[in-house]
């Protein structure tokens, strides 16, 4: 079996992007006898959907997890649930900044992540990396790219999982600018490792409240 | 027209509910050339949905508009989005407290707000009353409700607009547990008035930003 | 007896100061038998305290209470102490942006209100004004004009008592810049009537936690 | 030269202290020809500051830096100011919790650190060490020993320099209490080396501002 694992570039003024800076230490790694492939996506509307649309049929995987940074986090938080629209509050790294237009025009509303997210949270923390569900992976890029992920995996019959998980700042990046929160790479990397294993290994997602009031 | 607006009792302790105190003050108002009728609903999850459904068919308003404490924001927030999950974190006021199980099994995965919301955060705004489009509503008897608006207002073939508004704390609540934002009644109660009143005379919604980058 | 209640022009790009919009409502108010009398002072360094200097020795007032706009901030904040320097981390009315300067080169390190903060608080509470204690007045020029207000007062052998309120944004700042905790003029006023009642009339402040754990 | 670094034994329900687990990593350390040598403190009142005297009189350090854990912050702290009043809004280890008691009666209302903290924070910063001055030790007990250490070198000329950093939860705190910022201890003790090295090697602190407006 082969797992699919994405990055988006740098963006918003930022020189480096975790998600990708992770996913680096990640590639060619066996994880429960299946290798991980990694691929660099744009963050740009369209583009980054394509790219990934381009790596799933090259590559064949699985599981699929895209990763991507939610500056202000302050666990990993695998999401819950993409929603159908782009509402875009600073332009991506090809100045499209859209509002209130759909991701797919004919599209569903809202697609489910379809990774055990509950569980990946609970191993996460089992092993002391701070993580918990997340109900909104916004309405910028990071939930553009989880709503198409999601829709072509639907168009395909759902034979593979997938789903995003969003990490917080590294702390050089805190260092720059400070007054965020910010994890080591090394604990986001160890959560994806778990992630995946979980994914890999997980049939029925468990039992954890991961819900908010509002 | 009619107007129908709904608030919660109090629920997680409380002895009030901000939603309940504010609707009071709009009963039998005319806004719009439109009659304002409104509607406690009990914090349980189903009862709530089927009491409002019984309420829409009583009075049959052109509007509907559900309004609930979000005890933690610092402004009002219309609701862009309804999840068909629940997922709650205490229990509800007759001690449901399920996990991941679907409002509606059959339904879909999300429905949109059919109030124009960007426009109503926008005349708030202008009238200095604090708010923002929220793309949360949890997924606590909050969202249960207004998931259950919305599919109501779907199957009935849309003929009504309908959504979710939620509001802060009031003053008193939070003098009681300090440490968290507070809006003070006449605000609330002037915020529902604009939301109330450019539900019924706005066609087509604005372009505004609302969105989140995570 | 006389009190005196001073607020800050305008600052940090805002066209209202929450302060001085309050302090007007209170201008000629009997309080207790006492007659409330306000001054505007600059939001600039030494000319504030100045202002006040002059202000002080004019009306000869028992109680003094030096109001300013704490963005950010959800509650009405009486000030426990101030400390003996500038760190400016924004320029102030004319410009200045001091690092680490002192504001008294032969002053006490702090001085702590002589207001009796708890019992403010408290009957703020009691009468559903949301209060709490802060244990910091920031190093711009509130913390500054706080320093010289108790500089002065210890100087004349505190005949006279004298302190410093935070308030929060109103809610048309807030409205402007959406993402921020307000409070309405009515509340804020209403908390510096009661915080100016309890000065005059209590002698002994009351043991209620206003701590902080770090 | 010798260099005095002090930890807390675990506090408020917690089975680790992040502060303790970094200094136990430090000890013995040669870092700028001087041997760091560690001691763990009681999280007592008084207590506290009777152990840390000892241990100054025991081993006749150039440098005395206490660390403190600090819930909820998502930066290493450097404190700025130690205030002479204990306002515990929690028990200590022993059950006090005083209410606005001075810890030395007849002490001065506020000491400065003696450390280099701006540089601190400067160093800190371009090693990719989320750092920030803070301004509030609070009113517990880690502002209790600051308090103390500051006033014990006070008595003895200041021949001594010394201060308080506050460092963050670390990942398997949080990973046990979701919902706050962490910090790796790694990263905790790359930051305690800096501060270390900084306070061995500075005579002067730079000019970085590190003030608030509130």
């Known amino acids: 079996m082969k797992v699919l694992v994405t990055g988006f570039d740098p963006f918003g003024g930022e020189s ?4 990708l800076e992770a996913i680096k230490k990640l590639d060619g790694r066996i994880i429960a006898d ?6 660099e996506l744009p963050t740009v509307r369209r583009k980054a959907i394509v790219a990934l649309r381009e790596a799933i049929f090259k590559i064949d995987p699985a599981v699929i997890i895209a990763v991507g ?21 600073i332009k991506d790294n090809e100045g ?31 092993n002391g ?11 910028f ?3 553009h790219l989880f709503y198409g992920l999601m829709h072509q995996l639907c168009i395909e019959g759902n ?4 789903g995003f998980i969003h990490i917080p700042y590294l702390p050089e990046q805190v260092s720059r ?38």
Do not use: H
């Open 69 to 89: 940074q939610a500056g202000g986090r302050m666990e990993i938080t695998p999401e819950r649930v993409a929603i159908n629209i782009d509402d875009f509050r």
């Open 129 to 139: 990396v701070p993580a918990s569900v997340s109900n909104s992976a916004g309405t």
């Open 177 to 214: 600018s400070p007054g965020q929160p910010s994890m080591s790479l090394d604990m986001i990397v160890r959560g994806l490792e778990i992630a995946i294993e979980v994914a890999l290994t997980t049939a029925e997602d468990c039992q954890l409240t991961g819900g908010t009031i509002c």
């Open 159 to 162: 034979k593979r999982r997938g």
């Open 141 to 143: 890029v990071c939930n």
């Open 34 to 39: 299946s290798v991980v492939t990694i691929c």
């Open 96 to 126: 499209n900044n859209p509002i209130d237009e759909p991701i797919e025009p004919f599209g569903l509303t809202a697609y489910w992540s379809t990774l055990p997210i509950k569980k990946m949270v609970e191993v996460m923390r089992e």
């Open 16 to 19: 480096v992007n975790p998600a």
